[in-house]
C-alpha cells in the first residue's frame, strides 16, 4: 500500500512564499503529481516530478528526491488566488494514483 | 473539447435506492478513473479503465460497478446505496498512465 504524508493546513501573507512538504512510502515509484484544488471545484495539475531534482513552472515549483521519499511545492510571490487545497499523489509501480490528503493553504492580506 | 462531463452534480438518494454516476471524456483518452474525494481525507480510487472494455478495482471498490463500453464513457453505479456512500464523486481521464489526469467538475451524492 501506499503512505502519503503532508500538513494539513498552511497560511502565509500574500506576496510570501511557501513551501508544502510530502513524504511517501510506495510499493515502486514511477513518479510525483502535485495538483490544486480549490473548494467546491474539481483538482488541476500543477506539476509532474519523475526523477530527482527541481522543477520550475513559474510562481511553482516541485522538488523530489526519491531515495528520500521526499517532494515539496513551492508557492512564490503568493495571491489570494493560491488559497487552496494542494495535493500530492504518487504513481506506484502498478500505475495507480494515491493521494495525500490535502494541505490548505490560505493566503492572508 | 468539453473535457471530462460527469452527471448529475448533486443527487440525494435514500438507502437501498441505486443510481449511475455518468462520466464522458472527449479527448480521446485511453484511462478512465473514478475516486471519491471523503471531507478531510485524500481522493480514494474506486474502479480505473485502461481502455474500451477492461476495467479493474481500485482502493475501495466494495458497493460499486463500472462498465467500459466505449472510448468516451466510463459510468459508476451504485446498485443499493448506503450512507457510507455519501461522498463527492471525480471522474477522470489520461491519454496514458504516466500522463495528467483531468478530472470533471464531481457529482456530490447524499444518501440519508
Known amino acids: 500500500g501506499q503512505n502519503i504524508d503532508q500538513p494539513t493546513e498552511m497560511t502565509a501573507t500574500e506576496g510570501a512564499i511557501v513551501q508544502i512538504n510530502c513524504t511517501y512510502q510506495t510499493s515502486g515509484f514511477n513518479g510525483l503529481f502535485w495538483y490544486q484544488q480549490h473548494a467546491g471545484e474539481a483538482p488541476t495539475f500543477l506539476s509532474y516530478n519523475v526523477l530527482d531534482g527541481l522543477e520550475e513552472k513559474g510562481r511553482f515549483s516541485s522538488f523530489l528526491s526519491r531515495s528520500k521519499g521526499y517532494s515539496y511545492l513551492l508557492l512564490k510571490e503568493l495571491q489570494m488566488k493560491d488559497s487552496a487545497s494542494y495535493l500530492c499523489?504518487?504513481?506506484?509501480?502498478?500505475?495507480?494514483?494515491?493521494f495525500g490528503a490535502g494541505t490548505t493553504v490560505t493566503v492572508r492580506a | 473539447n468539453a473535457g471530462v462531463t460527469q452527471t448529475p452534480k448533486f443527487r440525494i438518494l435514500k438507502i437501498g435506492q441505486s443510481m449511475t454516476l455518468q462520466c464522458a471524456q472527449d479527448?480521446?483518452?485511453?484511462?478512465m478513473y473514478w475516486y471519491r474525494q471523503d471531507p478531510g481525507m485524500g481522493l480514494k480510487l474506486i474502479y480505473y479503465s485502461v481502455g474500451a472494455g477492461i476495467t479493474d478495482k481500485g482502493e475501495v471498490p466494495n458497493g460499486y460497478n463500472v462498465s467500459r463500453s466505449t472510448t468516451e464513457d466510463f459510468p459508476l453505479r451504485l446498485e443499493l446505496a448506503a450512507p457510507s456512500q455519501t461522498s463527492v464523486y471525480f471522474c477522470a481521464s489520461s491519454y496514458e498512465v504516466q500522463e495528467t489526469q483531468y478530472f470533471g467538475p464531481g457529482t456530490r451524492l447524499l444518501v440519508l
Open positions: 499523489a504518487v504513481l506506484s509501480n502498478d500505475y495507480k494514483l494515491s
Open positions: 479527448m480521446n483518452h485511453n484511462y
